[in-house]
């Protein structure tokens, strides 16, 4: 009987701390309009609520009357929790990707595989690609990230390149070959939500990288490099 009742008492106050957490989650969006919420968990060191929206750290109290943005630091060890928490919060899993937005390219068998996030225009990209190209037996999931304060224009860029017949197609001969395919752009494509996607995950340049083990690696790396780290050399 005393178990039953325990198990009760710990299921009521699992059931209020979501509870706070999701009035948490609205009250923060309704404060700041646009602010896409991730999760919300109470600091048990502080009992404030650790907010993660648009890739960044708040630390709120529970009716979001005060926010507070940076560095949460253990004044005895100097480390710095907040560091720890964006590093667990902005890793993403290779698994989870959602490869129904990306452009593939498959080259040989296709067996080893790659994330890149890229912008049309990035000349860092354009650099990649090359170094890509020299890569077999690879499948390439390119997700369209144009970075419109830097490459103005490149946001219309990727919608035709995305609303394009073939789209692996378009895609290769905009960064080799400078060309735009066609059209409009006015079809329906994933660019706003893997904007948010990149977002969440703190993936702030192009390129990135993010390989089948999960590691993520930013610029445009060499082929052989690109090679160690689809393992088909020892690093």
């Known amino acids: 009987m005393l178990l039953r009742s325990s198990l009760l008492i710990t299921a009521l106050l699992s059931a209020l701390a979501v509870a706070d957490e999701q009035s948490v989650k ?10 896409e919420v991730s999760s919300v968990k109470k600091e048990a060191l502080t009992g404030l609520y650790e907010v993660y929206a648009i890739g960044q750290l708040f630390y709120v109290d529970e009716k ?26 902005s890793e993403i899993s290779f698994n989870k ?25 990035c000349p860092f990209c354009k650099q ?13 999931y390119v997700f369209l990230y ?12 990727s919608r035709k390149i995305w609303c394009a017949p073939d789209r692996a197609k378009a895609w290769l001969a905009s960064v080799h070959d400078n ?37 993520r690696v930013a610029g445009a790396i060499p082929a052989a490099r690109i090679e160690q780290l689809l393992g088909n050399t020892t690093p």
């Not at 990649?128 to 499948?139: A, C, F, G, W």
């Not at 706003?192 to 590691?215: V, Y």
Request: aromatic letters at 4%; glycine letters at 6%.
């Open 97 to 121: 990707l959602p490869f129904e937005q990306a452009i593939k390219i498959v080259r040989g068998n296709g067996k080893r595989q790659v994330a890149v996030f890229e912008d049309p225009d």
């Open 146 to 157: 144009p970075i419109e304060q830097l490459h103005p224009g490149a946001t219309l860029k």
């Open 128 to 140: 990649l690609e090359r170094e890509l190209q020299k890569v077999n037996d690879v499948t390439i």
């Open 26 to 35: 609205r009250s923060f969006e309704e404060r700041f309009p646009g602010a």
């Open 64 to 89: 979001v009357s005060y926010a507070i943005q940076g560095n949460l630091i253990n004044a005895q060890t100097r480390q710095s929790l907040s560091a720890e928490r964006m590093k667990v919060l």
């Open 179 to 215: 060309t735009v395919p066609e059209g409009s752009g006015e079809c329906d494509t994933p660019i706003t939500n893997l904007a948010k996607l990149a977002r969440t995950h703190r993936i702030t340049g192009t390129p990135t990288l993010i390989f089948a083990n999960n590691e």
